[in-house]
């Protein structure tokens, strides 16, 4: 059973930076997977954030571009958004998500994806 475990968020001025890590555990021996951040604020539906699938291959929403990166570091099984030029508009919960295969066309359908890790908070402030 694939496990996910976020940190690093925490509370930031605007135009601050952040980085968060997820780390995974309990993969099978099917391969590296395909990993994504989501996150979810107060009252509103949880949305992609980024994306990165196996060839290394990133996709971004829109209001995350050039601002927030995200990476893997296959070795640690880890998987990291630096977010950087925070608004208050990034304040919500991200959640960490895995996946053996999704397609990489789909990868904001939060149905897609088989994992979840609890979440790490963000709060920027004005």
């Known amino acids: 059973q694939v496990q996910l475990v976020e940190s690093g968020g925490g509370s930031v001025q605007a135009g601050g930076s952040l980085r968060l890590s997820c780390a995974a555990s309990?993969?099978?021996?099917?391969?590296?997977?395909?990993m994504a951040w989501f996150r979810q604020a107060p009252g509103k539906e949880r949305e992609g954030v980024a994306a990165?699938?196996?060839?290394?291959?990133?996709y971004y929403a829109d209001s995350v571009k050039g601002r927030f990166t995200i990476s893997v570091d296959n070795a640690k099984n880890t998987v990291y958004l630096q977010m950087n030029s925070l608004t208050p508009e990034d304040t919500a919960m991200y959640y960490c998500?895995?996946?053996?295969?999704?397609?990489?066309?789909?990868?904001?359908?939060?149905?897609?994806?088989?994992?979840w890790g609890q979440g790490t908070q963000v709060n920027v402030s004005s």
């Open positions: 990165i699938f196996t060839g290394g291959s990133t």
């Open positions: 998500a895995a996946a053996r295969l999704v397609r990489r066309w789909s990868w904001k359908d939060q149905s897609l994806w088989t994992y």
């Open positions: 309990g993969y099978s021996n099917s391969g590296p997977y395909c």
